[in-house]
């Protein structure tokens, strides 16, 4: 056994070995093992996360701005009042970050479900079609918008060059005023259905033959079988894989800051909350008011993903 | 044991029964093969253009990349022109690109390394003891969104003079690695059988000894998925190191955000720096596919 083991030895304490004289630190350990495998992880995201939450719960209350270190005032609500009465620019990008993740989730789930279906039973060339799925979902984000703003660019553009075919008239894309956040929603199509089509892959395939065999026996088509058994079986599945997808489209950055740049665009037209808290943070060191941002920001992905995970709790029983 | 094996002969004899006898009788059974037939026409039509809308703009990139700025511009030249591999010239010698892999290389690589220390002992007793509310402490960095982190961390770390070098963006990067790390782990050891360790105990094994002897070289397999993924969410990571890198740790994502803040976009270079950057990772991707499948599935099907 020890032949197996050498080169993995880092994880442990020196506990694990049990000469004679640390035999009351090795039983020590051995009873502690539990917080004592824990603890350095615990501590290290506990430390890199709960002050710095700390902190900016702190900086929303203050009128802090330009450097940190300069000194700032307690302002009270102030920022909450200032930034939840602001329709230019927090309203505005609040209703973009919903409707990117609200559009982008719907088109990736129902894609993902029907690429998923698609490759559920064996074919010839499968290995092919899952290094194509693969590929989007490995590369680089700020490198796919690049790409993406290549092929979209009004004149020398990829997709305008087809649609010019076909006879449509060229589109402005990602630097037309309303057509730039449709695109960048495109983008994360195109990346992440990738990622909802191999959790369904694995929850299609860990799914037992037999209730849809039996619908099958009883006579029932390919569409009645999908919505009456298949679906409701993988809604758990589907849940997950919403939640997942959610919460990091929410927080798209990225492609937005890579296509659009600053303030998402000269007229915000791609600004979410994660970039225009940015934007205050980094960009105009508004520090009190982008924290306010923030934590609203904070709260609005917590609970929606309270909302789901009430949802798939109900799904499951 | 008589009364069980009754039951399943009973269904053997039924099923082969009802198969050849529907035809004859019912419907819907002459009508299937044509509606196969069909299926199978429109699955290989729907695969191809599956594979053709995920791979296309990728190879559309590379061929930019192989174009002289003149012939990106003209659109006649889609397809035919003569590739030239000056861009990656460019890219590589005059703007340093060769510093910036590096970069991204070690970053990616130490914070998977420190990430998998740290993560999968805790990964384990979170497991077996079953520790969920500790477990929602860690996954809980996957939800917060980066930036309400990037101010404290800027300010303190600029205190500590330590903004611009590698300590600081290994230190941002393991935040991200560490909870993705622990979340596949965790559901990994949770599919281990406990009873080898156990059994390893009972041999005269320590707990801690068993767990190094015996589950961690049966879980190489689960920590080659959890270290491949973070390795490659490390790589690709941008908002981090666009605030915490310095000119001298400047990693690849960001070094492309540069290329287009001058005045006039250089297509062909922005394209070849942008292949750069995916080449490694999507070879790394080719030959670990089946962890990466793992990793992303990782949980989701527990229900």
């Known amino acids: ?317 | 044991m008589t009364v069980l094996s009754k039951n399943t002969e009973d269904t053997e004899n039924t099923e082969p029964q009802t198969a050849p006898a529907e035809p004859a009788k019912t419907a819907p059974r002459p009508r299937k093969p044509l509606g196969t037939r069909a299926y199978k026409v429109f699955r290989v039509a729907a695969l191809v253009a599956v594979v053709l809308f995920l791979i296309a703009p990728l190879f559309w990139m590379l061929l930019a990349s192989l174009k002289t700025n003149v012939d990106i511009y003209d659109t006649g030249k889609s397809f035919l022109f003569t590739p030239t591999f000056e861009n990656y010239a460019n890219v590589l010698q005059r703007n340093n690109y060769f510093v910036f892999i590096f970069n991204s290389f070690w970053v990616a690589f130490v914070s998977t390394a420190l990430s998998l220390v740290l993560g999968v002992p805790a990964a384990y007793a979170m497991s077996r003891f079953t520790m969920h509310r500790s477990a929602l402490v860690v996954l809980m960095a996957r939800v917060i969104p980066g930036v309400s982190l990037l101010v404290p961390w800027y300010y303190v770390f600029s205190n500590l003079k330590m903004v611009g070098g590698f300590e600081v963006l290994i230190l941002s990067h393991m935040f991200v690695a560490l909870p993705l790390i622990v979340y596949i782990m965790m559901s990994y050891f949770d599919s281990l059988q406990l009873e080898l360790e156990e059994s390893a105990q009972v041999d005269g094994l320590t707990p801690i000894g068993a767990f190094r002897r015996i589950t961690l070289p049966l879980s190489v397999a689960g920590m080659a998925t959890a270290g491949i993924l973070s390795f490659i969410f490390s790589w690709n990571n941008f908002m981090f190191a666009l605030v915490l890198s310095g000119s001298k740790t400047k990693t690849l994502p960001v070094a492309i955000f540069d290329f287009v803040s001058y005045a006039s976009i250089d297509w062909g270079g922005l394209m070849a720096a942008a292949t750069v950057v995916t080449i490694p990772i999507m070879i790394i991707a080719l030959f670990t596919q089946k962890y990466i499948v793992s990793g992303m599935t990782a949980g989701a099907t527990k229900g």
Not at chain 1, 133 to 145: E, R
Not at chain 1, 168 to 188: E, K, N, R, V
Not at chain 1, 242 to 252: E, H, M, P, Q
Request: positive net charge.
């Open chain 1, 1 to 317: 056994m020890s032949v197996l083991t050498p080169p993995r030895s880092a994880p442990t304490r020196k506990a694990a070995r049990p000469p004679s004289a640390r035999e009351n630190f090795s039983g020590w350990a051995n009873r502690h093992r539990k917080w004592l495998f824990a603890a350095p992880a615990m501590i290290f995201v506990g430390v890199l996360i709960v002050f710095p939450l700390a902190w900016t719960l702190y900086l929303s209350l203050t009128d802090s701005q330009g450097s940190v270190r300069a000194a700032s005032e307690f302002v009270g609500l102030q920022n909450y009042l200032t930034v939840l009465s602001d329709v230019e620019r927090f309203w505005p990008a609040v209703g973009r970050t919903l409707s990117f993740t609200g559009v982008a989730l719907i088109c990736e789930v129902v894609l993902g479900m029907c690429i998923a279906l698609l490759l559920w039973r064996p074919f010839r060339g499968e290995k092919w079609v899952r290094v194509a799925i693969l590929l989007p979902l490995v590369a680089t984000p700020v490198a796919v918008g690049m790409m993406w703003r290549l092929i979209f660019d009004p004149n020398i553009g990829f997709v305008n060059q087809l649609l010019g075919m076909v006879g449509i008239p060229a589109q402005p894309w990602l630097s037309g005023q309303d057509t730039a956040l449709g695109t960048t929603i495109f983008m994360d199509v195109w990346q992440w259905t990738p990622m909802v089509v191999l959790i369904l892959l694995a929850g299609l395939t860990s799914l037992s033959e037999e209730p849809d065999e039996a619908a099958r026996m009883d006579g029932a088509n390919a569409f009645q079988r999908f919505f009456f058994i298949t679906l409701p079986l993988m809604m758990p599945t589907v849940i997950v894989a919403i939640l997942l997808r959610g919460i990091d489209a929410l927080k798209t950055f990225d492609i937005l800051y890579a296509t659009k740049g600053k303030g998402g665009g000269s007229f915000h037209e791609v600004e979410t909350l994660n970039v225009y808290a940015y934007g205050l943070s980094f960009d105009y060191n508004q520090y009190g008011l982008s924290s306010a941002v923030l934590i609203l920001f904070f709260m609005i992905i917590i609970g929606s993903m309270w909302l789901l995970t009430m949802r798939k709790k109900a799904v499951s029983k």
